[in-house]
């Protein structure tokens, strides 16, 4: 589903949060605003935040480019599946489930088995947005090792491309513009309250 703008009250928000029973993850291209609206999302929720990446360098005791430097992607991209599998099969302190956000890698949701376990066992967020946006976003951090070679336009055009398809089997799909992220994350509310 698509979504538009909506404005929740904090109660709403809240009587959303006690409803879902699964955690709540963000796919998409990188430099789309996943991490900045999930950190948001969490606060909302009154929920932990993880960032897969994050999660992905703790366990490999490496920065995600030492990772594709010394090992390759396909090595990265299995760590990424085990990391994301354990963090929605984790349960939460007090007893909480696996209620969380995640932000996942901007390649992750495109391999097949963490695909259907994300569609399986939590609720999956699209977040889109055009290829300037992205540029302008991705330009703020060194450490995207798929950007490191070549033009990023060009980069970022075939990769969003490629894994269109697999993007859009998230249930929900918010596009994420260059304004403030609060826009974002009214249509993600809405999105979740749908899909509720």
């Known amino acids: 589903m698509d979504v538009e703008d909506s404005q929740l009250s904090t109660g709403e928000i809240e009587a959303m949060a006690r409803r879902i029973d699964r955690p709540v993850v963000l796919v998409g291209m990188m430099g789309v605003g996943k ?7 969490a606060t909302l929720f009154h ?31 299995d760590g990424e599946r085990r990391v994301i599998a ?19 890698g901007g390649g992750a949701f495109v391999n097949p088995e ?6 399986e066992r939590a609720i999956a967020v699209w977040l889109d947005s055009d290829i300037d ?7 703020r951090k060194d450490n995207r090792p798929l950007l490191q070679q070549g033009d990023p336009r060009e980069t970022l055009t075939r990769l969003r491309d490629e894994r269109r398809e697999a993007y859009a089997q998230a249930p929900i799909h918010v596009v994420s513009g260059s304004g403030p992220h609060g826009r974002t ?7 979740i309250g749908q899909w509720l």
């Open 86 to 104: 354990r963090l929605i099969q984790q349960e939460g302190p007090n007893g909480s489930g696996a209620r969380r956000v995640i932000a996942t």
């Open 47 to 77: 929920w932990p935040f993880v960032d897969a990446d994050d999660e992905i360098e703790r366990a490999a005791q490496m920065s995600i480019p030492e990772i594709f430097a010394t090992h390759g992607e396909a090595y990265f991209r």
């Open 133 to 139: 946006t992205l540029i302008e976003r991705t330009a």
């Open 35 to 41: 991490s900045s609206v999930g950190k948001r999302l």
């Open 185 to 191: 994350i009214a249509k993600v509310l809405q999105g």
């Open 114 to 119: 963490t695909r259907s376990l994300i569609l």
